[in-house]
């Protein structure tokens, strides 16, 4: 797993975003456009509580878990977040490793991103993926480390654990944080959103039966 992620699910609205998406792709990228834009307090508090250095002294060296395909750390891995620009500016003076380490946050933070995904659900196993319909999340197995780390096998791990708990707070650290500090001012445009999807679905599926779809 090398994702966290905050989701709603709403009954219906996978097949209507279906609808939109075969019929009327237009109208689908502006409803991106506009779910971006209602939950971009969500979005950027969590950026904000991604931490500006890396979360312990030990994360800015490669690891790699046993029998892991790719390595988790360093904590700026986000292996599909797009390499961001490196700017300039006062904001990147409290950056202690300078040029190198501001890159490095700013390629972490690009892996955050909100989402809408109209796919039908796929079961694997007991595993169930695609349930969301609305979701942000934050790519990259560092991610996850910090975002949710809560238990460990390893007395090393149980130390680890320790310190980002003292640093940082228990899990999640970011994902869900975010969720509770925005999500009732994002609430009611959501709904709307959704009504306005369902409507639109309806009306290109009325005019398909007139025209003969």
Do not use: C, H
Not at 51 to 58: D, F, I, R, V
Not at 114 to 130: D, L
Not at 144 to 172: C, H, N
């Amino acid at each position: 797993m090398s994702t966290v992620e905050t989701s709603i699910t709403s009954a219906g609205i996978k097949d209507s975003l279906r609808v939109l998406n075969d019929y009327d792709k237009k109208l689908r990228r502006q409803i991106t456009v506009e779910y971006k834009s209602i939950v971009s307090p969500m979005t950027q508090d969590a950026k904000e509580l991604v931490p500006t250095e890396a979360p312990l002294s030990g994360w800015e060296r490669n690891w790699s878990p046993s029998g892991a395909a790719s390595p988790v750390l360093p904590f700026s891995r986000s292996p599909r977040a797009r390499r961001p620009k490196l700017t300039y500016g006062a904001s990147q003076m409290q950056y202690k490793a300078g040029r190198k380490e501001y890159a490095q946050w700013l390629n972490w933070k690009a892996g955050l991103n909100a989402y809408i995904s109209g796919k039908r659900p796929q079961t694997i196993g007991s595993y169930t993926r695609n349930l969301a319909a609305f979701g942000i999340r934050w790519q990259g197995p560092a991610a996850v480390l910090f975002d949710t780390s809560k238990q460990a096998k390893t007395p090393q791990g149980q130390r680890m654990i320790a310190a980002i708990e003292r640093k940082y707070g228990p899990p999640s650290r970011v994902m869900w944080r975010a969720y509770e500090r925005t999500s009732l001012d994002i609430q009611y445009e959501l709904r709307q959103l959704i009504a306005k999807i369902n409507r639109e679905a309806n009306n290109v599926i009325a005019r398909g039966k007139t025209q003969g779809m």
